[in-house]
């Protein structure tokens, strides 16, 4: 008789133990233990929440090199069926070798779960035939579990959902993250101190009105921004280390549908605008892609969304300032060309107009479909096409954590027909739909691509552009972690091209993610690791940085609606002199827009205290020494940056801290 010490570790989160009895089987290459269930002499309940218990399991001969473990519970006499989440089964042989059996997955009924050992295996490399019954079961399973539907046509596909509850246990929030996020507008209003303010459909005032709902809740950046929104260099500023700092691009040849000319924006002759094209020093913001875009009626009032070009001048300090403004996209009499020597309003109505555009792009196509939703196609299509043996699949399920709950929450509350995107913003509903479509449809693989989406834009050179400077470091490093874990799992390009699993990964993502638009340049195969490497680093690097540049700071920039309207009232000026105080407040949203407005960004914008920091892996899903050092490598490199960028922040008037490493999550949860 031979004896295998098993321990096992149930996890820490809220609500994870078991009362039921729970057994295991153990299955090596030379057979199978018979079902033991796992009575422990020391403790009397050993899968309480955290709790780590040992059991002994007798075989009469050596099972040989273990492969899996088979582990399922049944209800106590007179207890009902609970849920378990147990982390990991550690199993050491009577030879003395240790084998680790990652689980980190909720086990909530009474059938068989079969876990296999945590060495990382590609399907070729997984000869032995229990091991690839193991691997199809599983992933035969998955498929079951994770369909994909079509939630709008022309925008990135997701998981099908029936209702909250049907989401599979394992993508759930924690119950910590569930009690904190109990996402309602009606929550958040509340703790604004607003919820009095949110069925008023009165226009404000007077801005200090606004002021007084402000300071309900702030942040030291909110305060700034309510200080200088009117501000131009604080306007162009923005559009380098806002939310949105997606659009921007060096200008070298003006757009037809743009006629500057040097009288509208050099005075007496200073400058021209021939030259300071050709000197790199212009630079173009267009929203074309929101030319005609349905708009919704908010309290029963049509309202109105531009699709505006902006045109900034680098000046010799180094600030970014806009010096022509177009508000619709066909040049017309009606149609006048705001500068900043036009009447005080008539400039500040026209920066309102591009501020409120700025929201609609940045939240359909900067935050909502080049981050949440590719997020979920990366997710849905790693759960379907990767079992948990697999190396990918190691590397990426900590960046995936909570996104499939997250989007579906956005879908019930944001974004649905009642949702509070819909009602309190001008590009809600038709619009929304119309926006994603056009987004997706001009999505290219290398605007994913940091590096290679700051060189397209003509960007490198541009001073104090601090997403681009912290962004370009997160991106290396994650690419150098990721490039060492592929390498040890892919010795040769050969060894990706024959991973079948793998190329179905990368082609349902372009199939369901990208709707197999062959003109975004996404792979729809990969031939080679470095291929790999690069598609993997964007994987992570827009679940986790690239959510962080454009969310984190939602409050901060929009807390301060004149900053960042999300819907306005009235169509903006067709003559020049004809704005004032009373007709921008009156174009301004009303009360009620104004407060679920800034209750949404409010809850967007907080961190919850489960968070997980980047490259923090407290699942253990790796057995093998090289990718638990590049992790601790990893780790030690974002540290650094972290310790740099403090260093920096502390000298800036407006720190830029959305991708300081401590605090980008590992994922999009929010």
């Known amino acids: 008789m031979v004896k295998y010490k098993v321990t096992v570790t149930t996890a820490e989160r809220l609500h994870s133990g078991t ?27 050993p899968f309480t929440r955290g709790a780590v218990s040992s059991f002994t399991v007798s075989c009469p001969v050596s099972l040989g090199k273990l492969l899996l473990i088979e582990v399922d519970k049944t209800p106590r006499f007179l207890f009902p069926d609970d849920s378990w989440f147990p982390c990991k089964v550690h199993v050491t042989s009577p030879e003395g070798d240790a084998y680790h059996f990652p689980i980190y997955r909720w086990i909530s009924d ?43 046509e022309g925008a990135p596909h997701c998981l099908r959902v029936d209702s909250l509850h049907s989401l599979p246990c394992e993508v759930r929030f924690s119950f910590t993250k569930k ?64 939310v949105n700092p ?5 200008c070298s040849a003006l757009p037809e549908n743009f006629p500057v000319t040097d009288d509208m924006v050099f005075l007496h002759g200073s400058g021209s ?64 060309i705001f500068v900043p020597t036009d009447s005080e309003y008539d400039w500040l109505m026209a920066k309102i107009f591009v501020r409120s555009a700025d929201f609609s792009e940045h939240q359909l196509n900067a935050h909502l479909l ?43 509350q944001l974004i649905s027909e009642t949702g509070v995107f819909t009602e309190f913003s001008a590009s809600g509903g038709d619009g929304m739909v119309q926006i994603l479509q056009r987004a997706l449809s001009s999505l290219t693989y290398a605007s994913l691509c940091l590096p290679d989406d700051i060189a397209e834009r003509g960007l490198d050179s541009v001073p104090n552009f601090y997403y681009r400077d912290d962004g370009l470091r997160l991106w290396d490093i994650i690419h150098r972690f990721v490039r060492g874990v592929l390498a040890y799992f892919y010795r040769r390009d050969a060894d990706v091209q024959r991973d079948s699993e793998l190329q179905a990964w990368i082609q349902e993502i372009f199939i369901h993610g990208f709707l197999s638009q062959a003109s975004t340049g996404i792979p729809q195969s990969f031939s080679s690791v470095a291929e790999l490497a690069k598609f993997v680093t964007m994987v992570i690097f827009t679940g986790s940085a690239q959510h962080a540049a454009v969310n984190s700071g939602q409050f901060d920039y929009g807390g301060w609606m004149p900053n960042s309207p999300t819907s306005l009232q009235r169509p903006p000026p067709t003559v020049k002199g004809s704005a004032d105080e009373c007709s921008m407040l009156q174009t301004l949203p009303a009360t009620n827009t104004t407060v679920n407005g800034m209750a949404t960004l409010w809850l967007l914008s907080r961190q919850s205290s489960d968070f997980v920091p980047l490259a923090h892996y407290p699942e253990e899903h790796f057995a093998e020494e090289i990718p638990r050092k590049l992790m601790r490598d990893f780790q030690g490199e974002l540290e650094d940056l972290s310790a740099a960028i403090k260093s920096r922040n502390r000298r800036l008037d407006v720190p830029y801290t959305y991708l300081d490493p401590a605090l980008v999550e590992n994922s999009v949860s929010i």
């Open 273 to 336: 605008l021939a030259e300071e094209l050709q000197k790199g020093n212009m630079f173009l913001c267009d929203y074309k892609r929101l030319d005609g875009v349905t708009t919704q009626i908010i309290n029963g009032k049509k309202q109105y969304l531009m699709a505006p070009l902006v045109l900034l001048h680098r000046t010799p300090d180094n600030k970014l300032k806009p010096v022509a403004i177009q508000l619709k996209q066909k040049p017309a009499d009606d149609n006048p």
């Open 19 to 45: 009362k039921n009895h729970v057994f295991i089987k153990l299955v090596g290459t030379e057979g199978e233990s018979e079902r033991k269930q796992l009575c422990s002499l020391t403790r009397h309940k």
């Open 246 to 250: 997606m659009l921007i691009r060096r």
């Open 370 to 412: 080049r981050t949440h939703l590719l997020a979920e196609a990366f997710a849905v299509s790693l759960l379907r096409n990767l079992p948990m043996v697999h190396p990918l699949y190691k590397l990426l399920i900590p960046h995936t954590r909570y996104t499939i709950h997250i989007n579906h929450l956005a879908r019930l």
């Open 179 to 242: 009690t904190e996020f109990d996402w309602t507008a009606i929550a958040a209003l509340t703790e604004l101190k607003l919820k009095r303010l949110a069925d008023s459909t009165d226009n404000w005032t007077d801005i200090s009105a606004m002021q007084r709902i402000f300071y309900n809740k702030t942040t030291q950046l909110a305060d700034y921004v309510r200080a200088h929104w009117k501000d131009d260099d604080f306007f162009g500023y923005q559009f380098l280390n806002g």
């Open 110 to 152: 009474s059938r068989d779960h079969l876990f296999r050992e945590g060495t990382a295996l590609q399907v070729f490399e997984d000869t032995h035939h229990l091991g690839r019954y193991s691997r199809e079961q599983e992933l035969r399973w998955r498929k079951e579990q994770y369909c994909w539907a079509v939630p709008v």
